[in-house]
C-alpha cells in the first residue's frame, strides 16, 4: 500500500491511494458546548435528500447523547473494541507521543494502529456491517446521562461544576467527514466513490454502485448507508449544490449546507479551506476555519486515530471527563477546553461569526472596541472587549458585521408594543 501523510497523526500511514489533493476541502467546524439536542439539523437533511422510500432509516445528519448514544447503535464501542484487539495481537501500544509536536504534527505523534494499519489480509481497513436493527433510531438512549456513584439517591452533594461533572452527558453531532483519506472510497471493489477535486466531498457514483456494502462495512464513522429499495449505497453529499454557489439563494458565492445553516443553537460554521500541493491547509490565518483550527486549535477531529483525516472539527464540550474526551478527539482536548474557557479577543470575536450569514466566509476581519469588562476566568485573568467582527464572502464582499455584545435598543415611547 502507498505511503501517505497525515497530519492529525502527525505521521505517514498506508492508505490505498497515492496521495492526491482537492484544491479545496469541505470543512467545518462544531461547538458541541452550545448544542441543544433539537435534531433541527437532523431534519432539515432529511427533508432535503432522504424523504424517499428506502430512506426511511437513513440520516445523513444524526445528534447522538454520549456516551451511550450511537447511530448505528454502538458504532464507536463497537469499532475501538476491535481497534484495541488488534492492539493487542500486535503487541503494539495505542498512544500519542505529545513531545513530538511540530506545526506538521500539531497533536503530535500517533504511534498506535490506525484502520487502515490494523485491517487483516483481506481487508483495506478494520471494520463491521452493523445489522439492520442497529439503525433503527438516531439517538438511542436520547439525553441519558451517567450517574454520580457516590451519595444517597445517586445525587452528589456538592452539584455540578467545573473541570468535570460527576454525572455527565453532550451532545455529539455528526455528518459525513469527507475523509482526507476516505475509508469508503479504499473499501469500493468498483471504484464507485470518489473525492471532488474542486472541494473534497466524497461522493457515490449511484451508477457505479453495485450495492456491495463495502463501504458501509469500512467507514469507521458509519456514514455510508445502504438502501434496499435501490440496492445500491447512499451517503451525505456534502449539499454539493449550495457549495457550487449554484443555489438560486447564494448570490453566486458558496453557501453553508442545510444542516449548517438551519442550526438554532449556533453550533456550526462551515467553509472551504485551501489546500496545498501536500494535503497541508495553505497558511490563512484570517480564515474563520484555519484560525479556529491551526491558529487556536480549539476545534479537533473526531477519532483521529482511525487515520482517514476527518474534515469536520469539533470544540468539545467542557465538563465531559476528560479521559473519555481525550479517546474521542486525541491530545488536544485540553488546551482546546482551556482556550475556549478563557478565549482571547481575537478568538471571542471570532467565535461571534456561528450562524450569522448562509454564505460561506473565507475571510474575517476585527474593528477594535471599548473594554467592557476586566476580571477573571478560569483561573486567569480575562478582558472583554466591544469588537466587532466582520465577515466576506469568496468574491471579498462583506457578507456579515457582527459586535461581541448585542446592542440594547430600547423601543421608542412612540412605537408601543402592539400585543
Ligand atoms: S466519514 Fe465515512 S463515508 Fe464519509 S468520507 Fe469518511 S470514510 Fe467515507
Ligand atoms: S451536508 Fe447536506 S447532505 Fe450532508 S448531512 Fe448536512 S444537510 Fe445532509
Ligand atoms: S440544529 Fe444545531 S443545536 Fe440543534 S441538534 Fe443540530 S447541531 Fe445541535
Redesign the pocket.
Known sequence: MPNVYNWHLGREMNYAFEEAHPNQQFAAV?NIN?????????G?CKATWTFSKGQEYMWW?N?ETKPYGSYPQHWDIKLLQKLDAAHTDAGVASRWDGASQSEAAPYGVYDGLTISEAGGPNEQALGYLPEDKEWRAPNFYEDTSTSYKGGQLGLSPEGASLPEHQAWFF?L?RICNHCTYPACAAACPRKAIYKRPEDGIVLIDQARCRGYRKCVEQCPYKKSMYRGTTGVSEKCVGCYPRVEASDPMSEGVPMETR?MA???????LNGLVDIDENGDWVNQPDHPLYFLVREEKIALPLYPQFGTEPNIYYIPPRWAPRAYLHQMFGPGVEHAIERYTAPSRRLLAVLQLFRTTQKMLFRFEIEEGPLVQAGEMGGQGWELYNDTVIGFDRDGKEAVRISVLEPFIERSRERPNSI
Open positions: 462544531f452550545r448544542c441543544i439536542g433539537c435534531q433541527t439539523c437532523t432539515a445528519n445528534v451532545y453531532m444542516c438551519v442550526c438554532p443553537g449556533k453550533i456550526r
